[in-house]
């Protein structure tokens, strides 16, 4: 007996669907505050994935005895979400292709590939922090969503057609022990493996059983009444709105916290199976219905577009220009919807199924091919001038990596876990502690010991302040507890008298908080930043030790070695990127304030602006006319014997 479960039409889920990618929109570009908790579209979208998927595939195999055509179903995916995703890769590599410099260059063509297999989940789980971390440099960062939901679509089938195979009579109840054990390893993981459970499917894949749910209690109740409709619509679009106002960036999401969007989401649909109800209607009107329509070009570009704006404006990326380029996502979106994505749905797969398949392969093998070509030759650097190539290669003038000066946080500190710099035949007497900037400036250090006669050690941890008493948000404790661990040996080995910090010390002003679980507000960090300062110079000061410390670089408005190698002039663009040394004293009055407040137990202050801002009104971006830095605010490491000699006439007479 064939069992009728209707594919009508629901334009209230296109609705729902312009709800859940406005919300990813209006986040990434940070339009407005309320928007903290956009990220929360992303589940809206994997519970209807969920929800269509399981009613097509479950409808399939009531109809033919646990049957699944499994080459119809994967190229009907093909057919819905290649073109798009084709025609997305391809206008990004052309942008990257005249925007990026050769090393960016490279990176774009890596994502590009882990985009294509519908991995990059897996590879931004490695590489990436979605909060902060490195993720406004990833310029395909949102596809991990569509791995993972192609990740699910990829196994749905074959999970859907073993259930029926081996447990048809506890069809659901097996359906919904698979989502329950998926749920309870994001409750244990978000803890414990906070990216991993954010990014991979396992994890996630509770969601879209949830959206699957929705069919059998459709099925089992083949009719709601108007009053359950209404009941079930308004209580889920509460629980999606309490769950966007409330949450921020401080939520350990999934967790717990994606109970609230995928439940009331659910609601939202089973409300409108049947009778329909008021946030039904709403949702089918024309406008949330269309931008639902455009909401896959929408995800597909937005991300992409506002990447590239800001690496092309840094930090003249303002409100007005984020909300010019939020519309100019309308406008592509509305172009690839009809002239890619609507286009393609009309071939059929019932009488051309070949050319649904050769289409994908050309499309894969192209891009694939095309990436594969930009990464073995380094970025295409023949696509720039001589002049041009040369200033773009400071953005790779950084120093080698080195894991060996970054050990294990969680772990006691030996000598031998540091790097030794300096003249290795002397006992070490010195000591760099910092983050990135003093991976930077390691090399200088190193030289300046050299010329001195004297012996150092080395470490740092990216991005973490050399202070106790702090950690970052979404860090799991990581930098308290390497800066816990740094300070511990420096107060045992005696032979270290001294201590020189060195960071960016921007942190303070966005990054800073005591809980990594909660992000604090600026002002908070700003407080916190104060007391680990004052905090760790007491203590240093207390133990012997004699405390110099590095200054914050004046930076630049946006990244040097590109903008520099883009421009018709690059002079001219190196004055547009500089800061006035009135606009550095501002954002680092913090730094300052603190310095002063601990200045009777400080040795001495290296300070680089006194070296890039000399005549007080400027802070240049270029030494001899060639990149300062490797990027918008780190040095270059060409420049290590430069610094070296400003180390040594900043402190002479000092030590």
């Given amino acids: 007996m064939k069992i009728d479960l209707p594919m009508r039409y629901r334009a209230d889920i296109d609705g729902l669907r312009s709800v859940a990618v406005l919300l990813v929109l209006v986040f990434h570009f940070k339009i407005l505050d309320l928007g903290k908790a956009g990220f929360l579209g992303v589940d809206i979208f994997f519970v209807i994935s969920g929800y269509l998927i399981t009613k097509i595939l479950y409808t399939q195999a009531l109809n033919n005895h646990g049957k699944i055509d499994f080459a119809k ?9 290649a073109p798009a995703l084709f025609a997305t890769l391809a206008l990004t590599l052309i942008a990257g292709y005249f925007l990026l410099l050769p090393e960016h260059f490279s990176s774009l063509a890596k994502e590009v590939i882990f985009t294509q297999v519908y991995a990059s989940n897996i590879y931004y789980w490695q590489t990436i922090n979605y909060f902060g971390l490195q993720a406004d440099s990833a310029i395909l960062l949102h596809t991990w969503s569509l791995a993972v939901e192609e990740q699910f679509y990829l196994f749905f089938p074959l999970f859907i057609f073993a259930l029926f195979l081996f447990f048809r009579r506890h069809f659901w109840s097996a359906f919904a022990l698979a989502g329950a054990c998926s749920f309870l390893l994001n409750i244990y993981f978000v803890n414990v493996k906070p990216e991993a459970t954010f990014y991979l499917m396992p994890t996630r894949a509770w969601e879209f059983i949830v959206g699957g749910l929705i069919v059998f209690f459709a099925q089992r109740r083949k009719a709601i009444t108007a009053f359950e409709s209404e009941t079930c619509a308004v209580a889920g679009a509460i629980v999606i709105a309490a769950a966007v106002i409330f949450y921020s960036e401080n939520v350990q999401f999934p967790g717990y916290y994606a109970l609230l969007p995928t439940i009331g989401t659910a609601l939202v649909i089973y409300a409108g199976t049947c009778q329909g109800s008021s946030i039904t209607r709403l949702l089918s009107t024309r ?17 992409p577009i506002n990447i590239f704006a800001a690496y092309q404006l840094g930090a003249d990326y303002t409100v007005e220009w984020r909300i010019t380029f939020f519309l100019l996502t309308f406008l592509i979106s509305i172009m690839m919807f009809h002239w890619v994505e609507h286009p393609t749905r009309k071939v059929s797969i019932e009488t051309h199924p070949q050319r649904v398949a050769w289409g994908y392969v050309t499309g894969l093998a192209c891009t694939i091919i095309f990436s594969a070509t930009v990464l073995t030759q380094n970025g295409l650097p023949s696509r720039l001038t001589d002049t041009a190539r040369q200033l773009a290669n400071y953005s790779s003038d950084t120093p080698p990596d080195m894991p060996e000066c970054q050990p294990d946080a969680t772990s006691e500190l030996r000598r031998e876990d540091f790097c030794q710099v ?14 990135s900037h003093a991976w930077a400036l390691k090399r200088a250090f190193d030289i300046w010991l050299k010329g001195r006669g004297e012996s150092g050690l080395f470490i740092f941890r990216h991005s973490c302040p050399p202070l106790v008493g702090l950690s970052l948000f979404k860090e799991k404790g990581r930098c308290r507890q390497f800066n816990e661990r740094a300070y511990a040996y420096i107060y045992t080995d005696k032979s270290i008298r001294n201590v020189v910090l060195a960071s960016t010390w921007i942190q303070a002003r966005r990054a800073l908080t005591l809980d990594s679980d909660r992000k604090a507000e600026p002002g908070e960090s700003l407080a916190i930043f104060s007391s680990a300062f004052t905090q760790s110079i007491d203590t240093l000061h207390s133990k012997g030790k004699h405390i110099y410390i590095w200054g914050p670089v004046p930076g630049a408005k946006g990244n040097v070695p590109l903008r520099l190698a883009k421009a018709a002039n ?15 004293q501002q954002r680092y009055d913090f730094f300052y304030d603190a310095v002063e407040f601990s200045k009777k137990k400080i040795s001495g202050i290296i300070n680089p602006s006194r070296e890039l801002c000399r005549n007080g009104e400027v802070c240049r971006v270029t030494i001899n006319n060639l990149p300062a830095y490797s990027d918008g605010d780190h040095l270059a490491y060409s420049w290590s014997n430069y610094w070296a000699n400003v180390i040594e006439d900043q402190l002479s007479g000092k030590l």
Wanted: glycine share 6%; net charge negative; proline share 5%.
């Fill in 73 to 81: 179903f994967y190229l009907a995916r093909i057919r819905r979400l």
């Fill in 422 to 435: 300096g003249d290795a035949a002397q006992d070490p007497s010195w000591i760099m502690l910092g983050d």
């Fill in 287 to 303: 406008l949330p219905v269309y931008i639902g329509k455009l909401s896959y070009s929408l995800y597909l570009v937005h991300w």
């Fill in 570 to 584: 690059p002079e001219t663009e190196a004055e547009n990127l500089a800061f006035t040394f009135s606009e550095y």
